[in-house]
Nanobody, 121 residues
């Protein structure tokens, strides 16, 4: 399974950005998909993740500002980020968890390459 992420860039505080991620490759069933981020000098942290039941978990720091949306049929997920703050500056990583289909199913925990989001004050 491969993940192709797009979006990101440089924006002033208070601005908006949209990240998109599309999954492709081996046939699989998806258990969940979302975004993590790693800020300079910090560990990777959850931003938003939607599970197969449609429940979305957001980091407290982004609640009310970020919205995660997904299209199961297209295996895509998008993160709309509004009211961005300098502390949102990080590399954002798309993540997908699932299971391949076929005679020998395997667990999938795929990561995208990461896309830089920089918020200037």
């Amino acid at each position: 399974v491969q993940l192709q992420a797009s979006g990101g860039g440089l924006v002033q505080a208070g601005g908006s950005l949209r990240l998109s991620c599309a999954a492709s490759g081996t046939s699989f069933s998806m258990n969940g998909m979302g975004w993590y981020r790693r800020a300079p000098g910090k560990q990777r942290e959850l931003v938003a993740f939607v599970d197969q039941g449609g429940s979305t978990n957001y980091a407290d720091s982004v609640k009310g500002r970020f919205t995660l949306s997904g299209d199961d049929a297209k295996n895509t997920v998008a993160l709309q980020m509004n009211s961005l703050k300098p502390e949102d500056t990080a590399v954002y990583y798309c993540n997908l968890r699932g299971r391949t289909r076929g005679p020998r199913p395997e667990n999938v925990n795929a990561w995208g390459m990461g896309t830089q989001v920089t918020v200037s004050s």
